[in-house]
T-cell receptor, first 115, second 112 residues
Framework: GAVVSQHPSRVICKSGTSVKIECRSL??????MFWYRQFPKQSLMLMAT?????????EQGVEKDKFLINHASLTLSTLTVTSAHPEDSSFYIC???????????FGPGTRLTVT | AQSVTQLDSQVPVFEEAPVELRCNYS??????LFWYVQYPNQGLQLLLK??????LVKGINGFEAEFNKSQTSFHLRKPSVHISDTAEYFC??????????FGKGTRLSVIA
């Protein structure tokens, strides 16, 4: 099956700094990618839909100026957490839809810890 | 709008016993249903999916699920669990170019 990678797998940063998370589709093209956030012992919540060549669509309550999404190519979407705070500490997971199908392929996730 | 309800937040079960994890969904459009497993500090692994066709779906690791349209359910079953099945299980609806909507998850704890 198709593979989606994320980098880094874990990152620790200081409060006030910015962190970039990459999501790549390794063997297929993805015009759309989804970014989810998962707090400890909770489910995955959709943050935003990343669209290649256009602006991302954010879910209600997600600050677009804080969580910057760039989908610059058909295989790469990036999520930048700007001015990170401890409450942004979470597990961030991206996914990409299968071409012509209904399945989605998930990345392995990125554990962000803000100190 | 689509939604998923996982009726049990935690399910403890003895090793080699059968287990059923319950999932009910709500959808006003075509239904595509998924079960994922998440081990501690890891990403999601697809167990099985229902897109169309046979309502009994077989997945990996001996799991299966039955799509029941009249009861809007997609319960996950395994006839005999192992210690290694201890994990968090998520039911989800959606797919294609729309994001998945996840249930809150069920923590399966297999007791030796």
């Amino acid at each position: 099956g198709a593979v989606v990678s994320q980098h880094p797998s874990r990152v620790i940063c200081k409060s006030g700094t910015s962190v970039k998370i990459e999501c790549r589709s390794l063997d297929f093209q993805a015009t759309t990618m989804f970014w989810y956030r998962q707090f400890p012992k909770q489910s995955l919540m959709l943050m935003a839909t990343s669209n290649e060549g256009s602006k991302a669509t954010y879910e209600q309550g997600v600050e677009k100026d804080k969580f910057l999404i760039n989908h610059a190519s058909l295989t790469l979407s990036t999520l930048t957490v700007t001015s990170a705070h401890p409450e942004d500490s979470s597990f961030y997971i991206c996914s990409a839809p299968a071409q012509g199908g209904y399945e989605q392929y998930f990345g392995p996730g990125t554990r962000l810890t803000v100190t | 709008a689509q939604s998923v309800t996982q009726l049990d937040s935690q399910v403890p079960v003895f090793e080699e016993a059968p287990v059923e994890l319950r999932c009910n969904y709500s959808s006003s459009v075509s239904v595509y249903l998924f079960w994922y497993v998440q081990y501690p500090n890891q990403g999601l692994q697809l167990l099985l999916k229902y897109l169309s066709g046979s309502t009994l779906v077989k997945g990996i690791n001996g799991f299966e699920a039955e799509f029941n349209k009249s009861q809007t359910s997609f319960h996950l079953r395994k006839p005999s669990v192992h210690i290694s099945d201890t994990a968090e299980y998520f039911c989800a609806v959606g797919g294609g170019n729309t994001p998945l909507v996840f249930g809150k998850g069920t923590r399966l704890s297999v007791i030796a």
